[in-house]
């Protein structure tokens, strides 16, 4: 090969190099274009992108809105109207006519007792009749000898004196037989233990045959709870409860009849926190149309408060969940972005959302708060 051709196949080469090189140039600057590249800052948080303008920004608006906490919650017994039935007598069952769940009416035989205790009081009852009726006698006959001055004025006052003390002794004990379930008019030993109010058996200890001891060593037998009005017991974690307030108005609605809303008021908020789930008791009270809500029922409901307060709404496209926590990306100025964690309340409508706290009422944040999160894990 001569040293012309030589040299031409040298500057064929060069030249497909330099075009080469100058075409992968400006590929690359043409991705730079469309990609963004994030720059490492000393604060985690923020954030430093090659091409903001590819996000635009939306300021935060201030709503008047009402305070609303969703809750869960139980269904229980008003225990202002519930009664637990006793008996001061103890003894054995010998008929139980009522059982956990049933409705009963006030004077209603729940249960039947055969008891020593009333056995006793019979008879300290009949003994006090007959002295009662000897004193009597002996009163007659004492007022007969003084009549004819057969007898001195201090024996009538005796026999009155032992009339009045039998009289007040037979008070005694026929009280006793009724404090104790009896009928002084008629004996038994066998002890009716009646309903004291009309209502639903929420809770039964005892059973055909048991052995009922004295009051002060065994539980009540039944208790009875009027359902026409309950509690809702509810748990309002910690950081909600700035915003339950006593006389506020709740919604609640039943796992079991979802298409059914009951209405109800706060009336106590308790000031001792669950340690292990850092929430407090919130009791709703509410009407039970058709005792449809029965004790231990799961229920859902949304506490609102009567007073408006202006809070910061953003569209939901500019909330964006991770790990477990709602972020928005707030402009620092230039190609600086802050990540910030925001507490989120309830949806305004169907594209705006409450902020609770995190930012305030014309904060700018970028409107796709995905798209953005997207492209900064792209880029890294």
Known sequence: MNKKVFRCLIAACALFLLVFLGFGCRRGAADGDTHNVIVKSPDPAVLEMEHPEQFPLVEAEGRKVADETPVNGVVAPDVNRSV?????????????RARLGDDVK????????????????????EKAQADEMLSRKQLERAKGLFANGANAAKDLEAAQNAEDKAKVDLKIAADHVR?????????????DVRAPISGTIVEQNVTGGAGVRSL?????????ADLSRVWVLCDVYEDDISRV?????AEVRLNAFQDRLFHGIVSNISRVLDPNIRSAKVRIELDNPGLVMRSGMFVTAVIRSPKSVER???PASAIVR?????????????KRFRQTEVQTGPAVNETLQQILSGIKVHDKVVVN????????????
Do not use: C, M
């Open 84 to 96: 637990a039935v006793l008996s001061l007598s103890g003894g054995r069952v010998v008929d139980i």
């Open 216 to 224: 002060d060593a065994t539980p009540n037998l039944f208790t009875i």
């Open 312 to 314: 910061p709404v953003l």
């Open 322 to 334: 991770l790990h477990d926590k709602y972020w928005v990306y707030q402009p620092l100025g230039g």
């Open 369 to 380: 708060a995905l798209q953005f999160s997207s492209a900064s894990e792209a880029a890294k």
């Open 245 to 249: 307030h006593l006389g506020d108005t």
């Open 106 to 125: 006030k004077g209603q035989i729940l249960l039947r007792i055969h008891s020593p205790d009333l056995a006793a009081a019979f008879s300290d009852f």
């Open 179 to 191: 404090v104790l379930g009896g009928d002084p008019d008629h004996f038994s030993p066998v002890l």
